[in-house]
Structure formats: C-alpha cells, structure tokens
C-alpha cells in the first residue's frame, strides 16, 4: 500500500512501551437489572504509549526522525508487541504446528496467516498481514513444507502453495511465524520538553493499530 512503509518503529523504544488490545461493548441496563451486551467492533483495535520507552535523547531523537518521515499520522508502519509478537507461548520456539490456517480442498493454493486466541468458549481469530520474513514455518497434516513447496508475501500474509503442492482435501495447514502489529501514529503532534525529559519525564507518543 503506498500509505504504508514496511519499516519497523525503533525496537529498543516499542520494546519498553506500554499498551495491549482495545474492544468496544455497548452495555444496556435493562429494568428488571439485567445487563443486554453487544459488541460493536468484531476485532479489537491495539494501542500503545511509545513515551515509555524513550530512555536517552538518542532514543528521542530517532523517534522525531521516524515521526517526520512518516509525516505524522499519514503513513502506516510496523510495531513490535513486546506481549505478542508470536504464533506460539511465550518463551517457546516458533514451531510449523503452531496455528492453524486452514483445510486444503485440494485445490486452494493461498492461505492466509491467523492467530488463534482462546479456544473453550468462543475463540478469536486474528488476521496477522505483517509477519517477519524468513520467520515463517509451513506444515500440512504435519509434515513441514520448505521453499519452493510454498512463498509468503511478509507484506500481506499470505501463504501461497507452488502449483502442483496444493494441500490434499480434508488435509491440515498449519504455520508458525513472528509478526509485526501494523499501526500509525495517533497524533499529528509530538510534544517534547526537553526540561521536563531530562527530569525523567516522558513524551506522549500515541501509537494505534490499523488495517492495512
């Protein structure tokens, strides 16, 4: 998209910022007290404080560097989620079995990568478009899958099968992979006091999530 770069927000700074995901529940008190909920957003939307991570004016510096060639709010970028950045547990390796993707009819070639959260009651699905590449493992009913046998477009997420290595019908397409959170600034303005910075306290950057 030419409203997005492929570039990732300073690491050292996203590391150490603060935020998660976002829903948006309209709640009704009904007179006998009941409580009548509906979800007004079918996925949620993340947030995040960059601020927090600024530690040293070099940090600060490559932050207004990255804040002016985005031009503000205007174009998209990747952001590391230090709390979900993978498709497996937290402190496992990235496995091919991690998630699954789909189920071959024999004929789709081209699946998108989700992450699955929760899974007794009523789990959600989570469209990832911006893994790292090179991070990503394949598998089909198990048996792992390597180049040519399939292509990723780390742009996107799509999982593409070479032709002639569609996955069977009925058969299993996991994946593993690291990804990237696609977001914006929140803010078309940075306000920095540099007194108030070199007394310890920290610069508002509002970081959100969008769909690419």
């Not at 091919?96 to 009819?105: E, L, M, T």
């Not at 040519?148 to 996991?174: E, H, K």
Request: charged share 25%; aromatic share 10%.
């Amino acid at each position: 998209m030419s409203d997005f770069h492929e570039v990732r927000f300073p690491l050292d700074v996203s590391l150490n910022g603060r935020g998660g995901p976002e829903r948006r529940t309209e709640i009704v008190t009904l007179g006998s007290n009941r409580e009548s909920r509906n979800a007004r957003w079918a996925h949620s939307r993340r947030r995040y404080e960059a601020g927090y991570g600024v530690k040293t004016l070099a940090q600060l510096s490559d932050v207004i560097a990255f804040f002016e060639e985005r031009r503000g709010r205007l174009y998209g970028f990747r952001w590391r989620d230090r709390a979900d950045f993978a498709s497996c547990a937290p402190g496992a390796s990235v496995a091919a079995g991690d998630q699954r993707i789909g189920v071959g009819d024999g004929a789709q070639r081209i699946f998108p990568l989700t992450k699955t959260y929760g899974g007794a009651f009523a789990p959600y699905v989570r469209s990832i478009a911006k893994p790292v590449a090179g991070s990503v493992r394949v598998a089909v009913d198990g048996a792992e899958k390597t180049a040519p046998q399939f292509s990723l477009d780390a742009t996107t997420g799509l999982v593409t099968f070479s032709p002639g290595n569609a996955p069977p019908a009925g058969s299993i397409v996991t994946a593993g992979f690291l990804f990237d959170v696609p977001a914006r600034f929140d803010s078309d303005y940075l306000e920095i006091d540099m007194q108030a910075f070199e007394a310890g306290a920290i610069p508002k950057i509002p970081i959100i999530e969008i769909t690419p």
